[in-house]
């Protein structure tokens, strides 16, 4: 068998959400903590999400956005490599990434979330020189006590709420692992009083 060219490896496009809870006392996100048996990220504290599928194309294509919606999702990816091919291939991209994760956030959490609810928050590229790469689309999603989600997923071992804070105080003291992305994204979140702050931020999204 001829070895793997790291190099050569072509990025899978994924997706990630951080779900965030409305009117909670602080600040608190939905994670999850992977088995230890998983190729990627074993052990790790990830956000529900997934690679992106080809079921994910058929319902991005079938799918009937709100024009304001798509417009603000192209807007946000415009400097990714999603944006790279022109706005009409972006803006099926994006219908296609907004498919994956209202999908990935159903499956692994049992939650329903709608296009609507999902703002673009990040973009993280796994650097060459490994055997799998993600290019992947981070969003954020506020939800009310109305959204329940639970515990449904092969992939992780455990899946709760808990205080962005307390996540990042339990890996400083090295009880949980965080992937570099997940570490730079709940800081992020660390810095903003309340989620309303973190909904009207608008801040940029640019590749990293």
Do not use: C
């Not at 809870?21 to 956000?47: C, K, N, W, Y």
């Not at 997934?50 to 319902?59: I, K």
């Not at 415009?78 to 972006?90: D, K, P």
């Amino acid at each position: 068998m001829r070895p793997i060219d790291a190099e050569a490896v072509v990025p899978m496009l994924a997706v990630s959400v951080l779900m965030l809870r409305r009117d909670a006392p602080e600040l608190e996100v939905f994670i999850q903590h992977r088995v230890s048996t998983m190729d990627f990220a074993p052990g790790a504290v990830v956000f529900p999400g997934g690679r992106v599928d080809n079921a994910d194309y058929v319902a991005g294509a079938a799918g009937v956005l709100d024009e304001a919606v798509l417009e603000r999702h192209v807007h946000a990816w415009r400097h990714t490599v999603a944006g790279s091919n022109g706005e009409e291939a972006l803006l099926e991209l994006s219908a296609v990434l907004l498919a994956a994760a209202i999908r990935e956030v159903g499956e692994e959490t049992g939650a329903a979330i709608a296009a609507s609810e999902l703002l673009p928050w990040a973009n993280w590229v796994t650097p060459p020189g490994g055997p799998k790469r993600f290019d992947t689309y981070f969003y954020l999603v506020i939800v009310g006590p109305s959204v329940v989600p639970r515990h449904q997923t092969t992939e992780a071992n455990a899946s709760h709420w808990r205080p962005v804070r307390k996540v990042l105080d339990e890996a400083a003291a090295g009880n949980l692992q965080l992937l570099r992305p997940t570490y730079v994204l709940l800081k992020d979140l660390a810095s903003f009083d309340d989620a309303q702050d973190i909904v009207d931020s608008g801040r940029p999204i640019n590749p990293r």
